[in-house]
């Protein structure tokens, strides 16, 4: 297909081309060259690093940035943890016909929307929610739990969002893990434990990795829940950039912060690839 | 001889369906022991209730006289290949082989030591570090028969193994598994529908149909002296013919024709003679000799399977006759007309 030059090709480039060039390419490099570009006292605009210096300089920014960093490694892997058991009972327990009808459901709050299911945990989680309305009624609190505007409730948000996403590639993987694989190594001696962590784990890596790099992504660059869920305290990295340019209007420290956050999220997901051994092209595929 | 394995009255059912109805047999240790049947016939249900992946709805299985109910397959004294052989794609051809070793927790020079010596008995030297993806076919099967023997199994259940490879290289595994049974003298459970592959390979068949065992015998029994009319049938070629009546000796196919077979004390409703039971031309002075009036309706070359096709001139019931590849049979041509003569021990009749 590369050699061949023909007109069709061509045709067929375009689309593509156009789509890098106008909608990643040039609005990309447009932020990068803004980031750098600093009014200095007499009105310039110069080129300057100050942009980026700002950020090291004020601690705020630097707890955001850590903050983000950490919880979103954290929601990636509560997603694994709580969407595991669901997308091996869906491929390799319930009956082909059930788990069909079974993963439609699971897409539901894909097709509400974040916003219109943020409020949803919202009327659960409040101080006069659901939640807590039922825990008096029991008798089991006297005053209500304080869940909403913490980190709990951004956590749970940003969970609640994201983790279908790495059901699905999970579900593919596992779907394509061999029955016998799992026979054998128990025909072999292994105990339950063995095979989840000998085989099925290793086996699935892959899945496990691009669902990762899809729940980590959309967490980190989040602003919805943690700006409504997280409340006042959330002190989220987007939160920051989002001030930058409609708050205080200065673009170009917004474009800073916004290709730092695109450093981050690549060096992190760069160094857990790394960790676990998977390539980029396996785990794209 | 002890038996390593019983069988008693097992019984599986899902549903309303019966896989396995009322089975009992028993192996001898060291055997080479085969189930023979067709697709559907309950013999991999059989073997995954040996296994332990499935559990009898009725019945006893003993293992070295212990009963087995109860016990899950990573605690029972066999080890399985399977048919898609099920090598762990993520380890390389020594750790495959380790893996059950490693389970019994045995320290790492002795598993070291035994992996080696089971790849040197499998003629898999120097792969030790090879991706299981990059081996061929034969090697592939050779690596998951050496992960399951190198645990010393008291039974080796074997899937229908050789089912993916190619032709050539079926018959030759043949040879080696049948040799490497021999070798090492653990049991051998086979299971196929490629009745070549049990009749080679095994000391004991049993033939399988819908759930029960038709006969268990030797090979060489199965073949010379069928027991029912589907193992006639099933192993080996045979011509069947439908039989209408009998009297006086003489059998009537369903065509009309008429056939000489004496001392039948059933009321025969199949005829079955082997294509390689056929004499062509049979010489005069032989006795107990069945003469048929053929006339050559196709000659169908294959080497050493060559047959003639044709139909008795009485009836028209089709036939088909071995050709034995001599000048003799060189002269033969379409339409000629001949006669065979078979033994009447050769003539099997069964009733239905």
């Known amino acids: ?285 | 001889m002890d038996h390593v394995l019983e069988i008693k009255n097992v019984t599986k059912k899902f549903g309303d369906f019966t896989a396995v109805d009322s089975v009992s047999f028993s192996v001898e240790d060291g055997g080479f022991f085969s189930i023979l049947g067709g697709s559907g016939c309950g013999k991999t249900t059989l073997l995954r209730m040996i296994a332990g992946f499935e559990i009898a709805t009725e019945g006893e299985l003993l293992i070295r006289g212990e009963s087995m109910s109860g016990i899950p397959p990573e605690q029972r004294a066999v080890n399985i290949v399977f048919q898609n052989l099920a090598l762990f794609p993520m380890m390389n051809v020594e750790k495959n082989v380790a893996f059950g070793l490693q389970r019994q927790k045995l320290p790492k020079p002795e598993v070291q030591k035994r992996v080696s010596e089971m790849l040197e008995r499998v003629g898999l030297v120097g792969f030790e570090k090879k991706d299981v993806n990059d081996l061929s076919g034969g090697q592939r099967q050779r690596v998951a028969i050496a992960r399951s023997l190198v645990l010393k199994p008291s039974i080796l259940l074997l899937d229908e193994p050789l089912g993916a490879l190619d032709r050539k290289l079926r018959e030759h595994m043949k040879i080696e598994l049948k040799v490497l049974q021999k070798e090492i003298g653990t049991t051998f459970i086979y299971i196929t529908h490629d009745q070549s592959e049990a009749l080679v390979m095994s000391d004991k068949v049993a033939v399988m149909n819908q759930g029960r065992f038709e006969q268990l015998d030797t090979p060489k029994n199965l073949y010379r002296h069928p027991a029912t009319s589907f193992v006639a049938g099933f192993v080996g070629d045979n011509n069947e013919l439908d039989i209408t009546g009998y009297a006086d000796g003489q059998l009537i196919t369903a065509n009309g024709g008429k056939l000489f077979r004496p001392g039948l004390d059933i009321k025969p409703s199949k005829l079955y003679m082997r294509p390689e039971a056929f004499v062509l031309n049979p010489s005069a002075d032989l006795s107990n000799i069945e003469k048929i009036d053929m006339q050559i309706k196709a000659l169908l070359f294959d080497g050493a399977n060559s047959k003639i096709s044709a139909v008795m001139k009485q009836s028209g019931d089709d036939v088909l006759i071995s050709l034995p590849q001599n000048a003799e049979s060189e002269s033969l041509r379409e339409g000629d007309e001949l006669i065979v003569g078979i033994h009447h021990d050769d003539m099997k009749c069964y009733q239905e």
Do not use: C
């Open chain 1, 1 to 285: 297909m590369k050699k061949n030059k023909s007109s069709t090709f061509f045709l067929l480039m375009v689309p593509v081309l156009l789509w890098l060039v106008l909608l990643i390419v040039i609005p990309h490099l447009d932020m990068f060259f803004r980031s750098f570009r600093f009014e200095n006292d007499e009105g310039l605009m110069v080129f300057s690093l100050n942009n980026y210096l700002s950020f090291f300089e004020d601690k705020i920014y630097w707890l955001t940035f850590v903050k983000t960093a950490l919880y979103s490694i954290g929601v990636t892997i509560l997603a694994f943890i709580v969407t595991f058991p669901v997308a091996f009972f869906l491929t390799k327990v319930v009956a082909k016909k059930y788990s069909s009808f079974m993963v439609l459901l699971l897409l539901i709050p894909i097709w509400i929307g974040e916003l219109v299911t943020i409020y949803g945990w919202m009327i659960l989680l409040s101080d006069n929610g659901v939640i807590n309305n039922f825990l008096m009624q029991i008798g089991l609190i006297d005053s209500p739990i304080v869940m909403l505007y913490t980190n709990f409730s951004m956590t749970i948000g940003l969970l609640y969002m994201s983790m279908l996403f790495m059901i699905i590639p999970m579900m593919s993987a596992l779907e394509s893990l061999d029955d016998s694989l799992i026979e054998a190594a128990s025909d072999l001696g292994a105990s339950k434990w063995t095979i989840f962590r000998q085989i099925i784990i290793p086996y699935t890596t892959p899945g496990i990795a691009s669902g990762g790099i899809i729940v980590f992504m959309l967490v980190i660059g989040d602003y919805v829940a943690p700006n409504i869920l997280g409340g006042k305290s959330s002190l989220w990295f987007t939160e920051q950039i989002y001030n930058k340019f409609l708050a205080t209007f200065n673009w170009n420290e917004g474009a800073a912060f916004g290709f730092l956050l695109l450093l981050l999220s690549s060096g992190i997901i760069w160094l857990a690839l790394k960790l676990t051994g998977q390539k980029l092209e396996k785990v794209g595929s």
